[in-house]
């Protein structure tokens, strides 16, 4: 598993409820990535991090923001939850490879109702 | 646009028999081209991986067949077995500093016993 945890692993919350997600990494790796996975549309990336309060947007980064003040920790936060962020979201690393190597996290279900 | 497209849909394959999944690309400039494996409620698991400067990779029963010019790679599981039961996702990256990978949407294999 990458050394990757993610917490809380489900979470149940109502429209318009801020929600912060923590993905936490042990191997010092400076790579992290957000994605959510629906039904149809198989893994889509959210936001990413090169470093320590580096980040950028991916191609579905509306309603999203991310921050990253540790290199171990990589929190994804919805600031105010809609029914179409329900889904399941996975935290990455890349590994130190020269390629995009990247190893995935055990995911967090979110239900947004 | 889908910079890449992953078929069938969907699989049925007898135990001990050969699976096939292709993936389509779009962008020539992609330059690894990895295979995950999905078991439900887990996360996606790196499976196969290739470079473009070969035309397969082999990894035991698993096998990454490349075709550069019709921008098409392929993965072919020998000897299918119950426990390859999963979902599969082809990606695709371009090596760089913050290079993302585009995924597929992903197929589900079953493999009957």
């Known amino acids: 598993d990458a050394g990757i945890t993610q917490s809380p692993r489900h979470k149940v919350t109502e429209t318009g409820t801020p929600v912060t997600l923590r993905c936490h990494q042990t191997?010092?790796?400076?790579?992290m990535y957000w994605y959510r996975q629906d039904p149809g549309h198989g893994l889509r990336l959210i936001h990413y991090s090169y470093g320590v309060k580096d980040t950028d947007k991916g191609e579905v980064s509306d309603g999203y923001s991310v921050s990253r003040s540790k290199t171990e920790d990589f929190l994804l936060t919805l600031e105010s939850a809609t029914s179409s962020q329900t889904s399941v979201y996975f935290c990455?690393?890349?590994?130190?490879?020269?390629?995009?190597?990247?190893?995935f996290g055990p995911g967090t279900r979110l239900t947004v109702l | 646009q889908q910079q890449v497209k992953q078929s069938p849909q969907s699989l049925i394959v007898q135990k001990g028999g050969i699976s096939i999944i292709n993936c389509a690309y779009e962008n020539t400039a992609f330059d690894y081209f990895p295979w995950y494996q999905q078991f439900p409620g887990k996360g996606p698991a790196l499976l196969i991986a290739i470079r473009p400067d070969v035309s397969e990779k082999k990894e035991g029963r698993f096998t990454i067949s490349f075709n550069k010019s019709a921008k098409q790679f392929s993965l072919h599981i020998m000897d299918s077995q119950p426990g390859d039961s999963a979902t599969y996702f082809c990606?695709?990256?371009?090596?760089?500093?913050?290079?993302?990978?585009?995924f597929g949407k992903g197929i589900t294999l079953s493999v009957r016993p």
């Open positions: 990455a690393i890349r590994g130190q490879g020269s390629y995009n190597e990247q190893f």
């Open positions: 990606a695709a990256s371009i090596t760089g500093a913050n290079s993302k990978l585009t």
């Open positions: 191997e010092n790796h400076r790579y």
